[in-house]
């Protein structure tokens, strides 16, 4: 490699390495429902567990359902030192497929967001 090339593939690698999952951030870490999983029960709550604690202020989570349809869902709250964020959901849900995406602010201040999805399958 010349020393350019070495200079770009260093910034290259700084750059995905930020741009990644940094550990300092919160990140999802696990689900219930867990990432494509398939639930044969309505779930009465989505319990998302983070690696850093979060501002519940500026954190939360939307459920859409079949068709496109936004499940209503009741407040978010934090259990397990401020990792984990429960999202109660009122309503049964309906067999089909489900994406939960999620946003949070870290207590370092750092925003983070992503989506996964479920099936429910009576
Ligand atoms: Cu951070």
Do not use: C
Not at 24 to 51: C, E, G, N, R
């Amino acid at each position: 490699m010349s020393r350019l090339n070495v200079v770009i593939a260093m910034s290259l690698a700084a750059v995905l390495g930020f741009s990644g999952p940094a550990f300092a951030h919160a990140h999802l870490k696990t689900s219930t429902p867990a990432d494509k999983s398939t639930v044969s029960a309505s779930p009465t709550q989505i319990d998302l567990h983070f690696t850093e604690e979060l501002n519940l202020r500026f954190s939360g989570a939307t459920i859409t359902g079949p068709g496109k349809i936004e499940i209503k869902a009741g407040d978010a709250t934090l259990a397990d030192e401020g990792k984990t964020l429960t999202v109660p959901v009122p309503t049964k849900l309906d067999a089909g497929s489900y994406t939960v995406e999620w946003h949070v602010l870290s207590t370092d201040g750092h925003k983070t967001n992503g989506s996964y999805g479920f099936t429910v399958k009576p």
